[in-house]
């Protein structure tokens, strides 16, 4: 079954690597993702998310354009096994071709410094899906976990008060005209909702679960389930055991296709089948993991199907239901 990831965070560890002297490729590596992991895993598509960490002092444009920097080095040092896309037409060449595909995407849409022109830059360097949001208010809007920097945070506490502010609205409706995917992981309770106001296009959670199941403010209401699959969007299921299920002690916790499967059934219970989607959350996630690499991924088709679902909806789960959102979106 072919495999299409909505997240994965395997550029900041080839970069984090390359900062401590180590010489970490795509081709093999120790990670959770590589070549040779996705071509045994069956993968189709891989999104890779240029990721900024607003707390961590760097400058946020500056890290944005390092890690597309190395998608752009280590996609053409392996053009004969995978391909950066930029179109719907771009996936259906490299699937033809037999190649990966390779979507570029944002996590943090604080990278584009509040300012248009950048963001319109990022689309023309390929970059086509952004975050508004990750866990820090930005000159956009406010994410969803407003406990982030506490130690006493177990689940996060949602914030439900602060809704966009005025250059996120403005963001949005530039991101639709542009072609770029509108992504809500990340993004607090009220910035949710404001969003689905300003917004017509489908959008997505690129790696998020259900908070009815798992109480972490990084997972979605059923209401906010319910609007993104009423707009046609898709939500990929993160592999990250904290978001999986209740757990005291992360460390401990153990990531498995079971809970997995749970948050699907849940999510096609409230969206219907044609939400859910694959959001590994590799390379950004802690290492205990019942399908511990890219490599695993056909033991999760497996597992859906005994899980209850058809074969024909596992393979809307698995890639289906994302490429029909990059044929509406990605022109
Ligand atoms: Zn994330």
């Not at 390379?283 to 993991?289: F, K, S, Y």
Request: with cysteine.
């Amino acid at each position: 079954m072919n495999i299409i990831d909505l997240h994965c965070d395997t550029l900041s560890e080839i970069l984090y690597g390359y900062e401590r002297g180590e010489d970490i490729r795509l081709a093999s590596n120790d990670l959770h993702i590589s070549l040779d992991k996705m071509e045994k895993g069956g993968y189709a598509l891989q999104t890779f998310a240029s990721f900024v960490d607003l707390g961590s002092g760097v400058d946020p444009l500056v890290h944005c354009l390092k890690l597309i920097d190395i998608f752009n080095r280590e996609t053409a040092a392996n053009s004969d096994r995978i391909t950066p896309v930029r179109s719907y037409a771009d996936i259906e060449a490299a699937m033809a071709q037999g190649k990966i595909a390779a979507l570029l995407s944002i996590e943090e849409g604080g990278a584009c410094r509040g300012e248009l022109s950048v963001l319109r830059h990022m689309y023309t360097l390929g970059v086509r899906m952004m975050t508004l949001t990750w866990n820090y208010e930005n000159e956009l809007a406010y994410p969803n976990d407003t406990s982030y920097h506490e130690e006493s945070r177990h689940l996060g506490i949602p914030d439900k008060e602060r809704g966009l502010k005025d250059r996120g609205i403005e963001f949005l409706c530039e991101m639709e005209r542009l072609g770029i995917i509108v992504d809500v992981s990340h993004l607090g309770d009220a910035c949710f909702f404001d969003l689905v106001k300003h917004t017509t296009k489908p959008f997505i959670a690129s790696h998020s679960n259900c908070r009815s199941l798992v109480g972490h403010c990084r997972n979605l209401t059923d209401d906010m389930i319910r609007a993104i699959a009423e707009r046609g969007g898709i939500i990929g299921v993160n592999y990250w055991a904290s978001v999986l299920e209740e757990v005291q002690n992360e460390p401990e916790a153990r990531s498995r296709i079971e809970f997995m499967v749970a948050h699907m059934k849940h999510m096609k219970k409230i969206g219907g089948i044609d939400c859910i989607a694959l959001g590994s959350d590799f390379d950004g996630i802690t290492r205990n993991l019942e399908m511990y690499d890219a490599s695993c991924l056909q033991n999760l088709c497996e597992g859906i199907v005994k899980g209850g679902f058809t074969e024909d909806e596992a393979e809307k789960i698995c890639s289906g239901n994302a490429l029909r959102l990059f044929k509406e979106i990605l022109k």
